[in-house]
DNA sequence: TTAAGTGCAAAAGCTTTGCGGGTAG
DNA sequence: CTACCCGCAAAGCTTTTGCACTTAA
């Protein structure tokens, strides 16, 4: 993600903050730039490893527990994938993903024709829809490269 | 899930553990029945749970052994889901989920439509697609209901 | 000033593993 | 017979929590 749009989700949160008359630390503000710079859908253990890099005595209850506001306030969100560890993923719009069955990784992918298709009306189950996400299965190139090797 | 499909389903389990000179064990049998009584994509400990009112003994080694090699063999699935834990799904056909942004709880929908989207291809990404489910992200009527009472 | 955040350490919860004994095939 | 499974207990990880201190506003 390049500085300038960084920048301006950094922003975002700040506003928020405001509105809430939250602390705008600099933790919270270095744990958002580190979840902006991963893109691999971060566990809160990665996450904080690599603000520790530029703040090193931090602790990782505050990681476990600014990534929580965060996604309360609506800044990040949290990757639904078939592992044991929380992750999350700095996009907040529709995309979609690959996941992969064998290692349970997953990747972003993204496809006009998935964005657009015909969501069904759940407001008879009492469900309010806001969004949707494709999950793509299936077994990812390093897998399969593994698989091919043995 | 009536009976019949259940024992049909415990069938082809036996027949995977033949060809491949697994024991069928009695442990086994009721952890994979246990997995097709419960409809809410029980956790490993879930699983446990109903077991053990019938096998009052046994592990959770055991349990949470059997699932993994479940999975392994195509009879259950993992389901993907925001949470902490591992959550496994009776269904392998394909279906579609309701996933509560709130409290994180999976619930199944079927829909057609939703079945039949056309998928990318992504053999240039060297991922070998197998298949696709649509998670339906919104919030849950428990949920709509406790935040009309608060 | 003060409500909220932070760091620390301990606790809690989920899952895996090593091992001795048991059992299906 | 023999390879594999089972139960147990301990270890390993991830995540949460209580508390004293610090800090943004």
Do not use: W
Not at 101 to 111: F, G, K, R
Not at 118 to 129: I, K, N, R, V, Y
């Amino acid at each position: 993600m390049d500085d300038r749009e960084k920048q301006r989700r950094v922003e975002v949160f700040a506003g928020h903050c405001r509105d809430r008359s939250l602390p705008f630390t600099s933790q919270r503000r270095m744990i958002l730039e580190a979840v902006l710079d991963l893109d691999n859908h971060p566990s809160a253990d990665q996450v904080h490893e690599r603000v520790a890099r530029r703040l090193p005595g931090i602790s990782r209850a505050t990681v476990y527990r600014t990534l929580e506001t965060l996604v309360r306030l609506g800044v990040i969100t949290k990757a639904c994938h078939p592992g044991r560890v929380v992750r999350y993923d700095r996009r907040t719009d529709v995309h979609h993903h690959l996941i992969c069955l064998n290692c349970d990784e997953v990747a972003d992918i993204s496809d006009e024709h998935l964005d657009a298709i015909p969501l069904p009306d759940t407001s008879a189950l009492g469900f309010e829809l806001s969004d949707h996400r494709v999950q793509l299965r299936g077994i990812c190139q390093t897998c399969r490269e593994k698989e091919e090797g043995s």
